[in-house]
Nanobody, 114 residues
Framework: VQLVESGGGLVRPGGSLRLSCVVS????????MGWWRQVPGKEREFVAR???????VYADSVKGRFTISRDRAKNTSGLQMNSLKPEDTAVYYC?????????WGQGTQVTVSS
């Protein structure tokens, strides 16, 4: 199983970025996909997830600013990030969770700075 993220970068406060994650090697589509983020020296923090049945959950810190989406036919997850703040700066990780295993991508850096 492989997860590959893309779309990170440097953006000014108030700007937008879109992250994408492509999953390969999972034989079915009814699994959880989502995003976490991590700042050096801190624990990994939940951002958003979409369950196998389509239910979506966001962290309070990103509600109203971030939108998670999913293309089941292409096994991809997207994270649209708007109104970015300096505190959103982190390495963002895509993950996929089946009943038996969790899988993680390598992470993509998002830096929000003027």
């Amino acid at each position: 199983v492989q997860l590959v993220e893309s779309g990170g970068g440097l953006v000014r406060p108030g700007g937008s970025l879109r992250l994408s994650c492509v999953v390969s090697g999972l034989p079915f589509s009814r699994y959880v996909m989502g995003w976490w983020r991590q700042v050096p020296g801190k624990e990994r923090e939940f951002v958003a997830r979409e369950g196998g049945g389509g239910e979506i959950v966001y962290a309070d810190s990103v509600k109203g600013r971030f939108t998670i989406s999913r293309d089941r036919a292409k096994n991809t997850s997207g994270l649209q990030m708007n109104s970015l703040k300096p505190e959103d700066t982190a390495v963002y990780y895509c993950y996929a969770a089946t009943p038996n295993n969790d899988y993680w991508g390598q992470g993509t850096q998002v830096t929000v700075s003027s």
